[in-house]
């Protein structure tokens, strides 16, 4: 959530910045409203109890009929500190309900605008021209059937669709990607983890999946459950309710998780193979620093996407997402796209998220700076989203005969195998 102070002091800021969202403005209106009936009804609840206890203090000296009207009288501050207190409660309930519906501010960089209107920031790597190589490139299903790497039927008629089995050399790219992105964060001094799947209500508000994003989460009723869409929710919520010493910033955390998504409202996108699925596993970065460094590891965790990508031998390109593209608990987000062949177009394969002080307000993860306890900085990137970036590897290292180059970086996590080779089919 953002700061309530910034909120009074600069509102015109936090309605541009919902406006940029395509979020609604008034929404800013009523938490000010809110916000000024709950410091309103807290003074008035303060100058209650304070006359309250004073004329406790009154009455064992009195007698008589001024005794009598001041026990009339503390019957009838007794009831007004009550409805005031009611009214502070309920006040103050209003307040924090408008405040976790209002999204990050939108860093001033950022492009105005939806989905298409991002800037391309870079490009890297060159696109493979398949005709001047004599043949034209398959998808990556028909490559992953050919390496019996890939079975989408038998995942539709166990799990239903945008399900999938990874077999053979698919199970075992897999396990390749996921040690070598593993091995990259580890290098870089991020701490490998392993985190749930399933996460208490309070962690998934406190991260800001349960607003806009809610519709895409799984949720089980009987245990009041999430199932996590990305290891970013279990590592936010780490140091929930934690006051962290400044001297031990940055901390940085690499989370190898299964993730879950309803794809709702993606009736129709990307049904064929495994570019959208409901069930994927994904190594994630994230990292906890002070307010003032998160700019530079924002670029920082960028920099070890464009390694990871380019150890892939990938051709990408880096863009800033519009405003009304970013999640709500985004100030600014890069994507790293990798040109999908058969597509014809760059697909999403990583992103990397500043939030600043929104996740650690809203999970109460403070940072202690001498005698100064302040809200620190979180972010989180993707460094392998494992079936896009199987994807990627299928289409732009295929071979004429249906056979695909293992990337340098992937050899030692395959055996030392350069070539998947096709297979007889089962």
């Given at each position: 959530m953002i700061d309530l102070r910034l909120l009074r002091e600069d509102p015109d800021r936090v309605r541009a910045s919902q406006r940029a969202r395509g979020e609604d403005v008034a929404l800013v209106d009523a938490l000010l409203l809110a916000d000024e009936r709950r410091r309103s009804s807290g003074v008035r609840f303060d100058e209650l109890r304070a006359e309250q206890k004073a004329l406790g203090k009154l009455i064992p000296k009195a007698a008589g009929d001024e005794k009598a009207e001041l026990l009339k009288k503390a019957g009838q501050l007794a009831a007004d500190v009550k409805a005031a207190d009611a009214e502070r409660d309920a006040?103050?309930?209003e307040t924090q309900e408008l405040l976790q519906r209002l999204g990050n501010l939108v860093h001033p960089d950022v492009p105005?605008?939806?989905?298409?209107?991002f800037v391309t920031l870079e490009k890297h790597g060159t696109i493979r021209d398949f005709a001047a190589e004599g043949f034209e490139p398959k998808d990556h299903l028909a490559l992953g059937q050919i390496l019996g790497a890939i079975d989408v039927e038998r995942g539709a008629k166990v799990s239903g669709s945008r399900?999938?089995?990874?077999t053979g050399v698919g199970a075992l790219l897999e396990l390749a990607l996921v040690n070598a992105a593993m091995a990259q964060a580890t290098v870089a001094g991020f701490t490998p983890?392993?985190?749930p799947a399933l996460v208490r209500p309070q962690s998934m508000a406190g991260t800001g999946f349960l607003g806009q994003a809610a519709q895409d989460v799984y949720h089980l009723a009987d245990d009041?459950?999430?199932l996590v869409g990305t290891s970013e929710v279990p590592l936010a919520a780490y140091h929930m309710d934690e006051i962290l010493d400044a001297d031990r910033l940055p901390l940085r955390y690499a989370g190898f998780s299964p993730c879950?998504?309803?794809?709702a409202g993606s009736h129709g996108k990307d049904t064929r193979g495994i570019f959208r699925v409901h069930q994927f596993d994904k190594v994630e970065m994230f990292s906890y620093v002070a307010p003032e460094d998160s700019q530079a590891e924002h670029q920082r965790l960028l920099e070890w996407e464009k390694q990871w990508l380019t150890s892939l031998e990938l051709p990408y390109r880096v863009i800033d997402v519009a405003s009304a593209d970013l999640g709500a608990s985004a100030s600014r987000k890069f994507d790293c796209e990798a040109w999908i062949p058969t597509q014809g177009k760059y697909r999403e394969l990583t992103s990397t998220s500043d939030c600043t002080e929104f996740q650690s307000r809203r999970l109460s993860i403070r940072v202690r700076d001498g005698k100064q306890v302040k809200p620190l900085a979180t972010l989180n990137g993707t460094l392998c989203a494992v079936p896009r970036t199987i994807v990627a590897i299928l289409e732009n290292h295929q071979q004429a005969d249906g056979?695909?180059?293992v990337p340098e970086v992937l050899r030692p996590y395959l055996g030392g195998r350069e070539v998947l080779e096709p297979v007889a089919a089962k």
């Open positions: 006040a103050a309930t105005v605008g939806g989905e298409e209107d399900f999938y089995f990874l983890m392993l985190t009041d459950l999430y879950f998504r309803r794809e056979s695909v180059r």
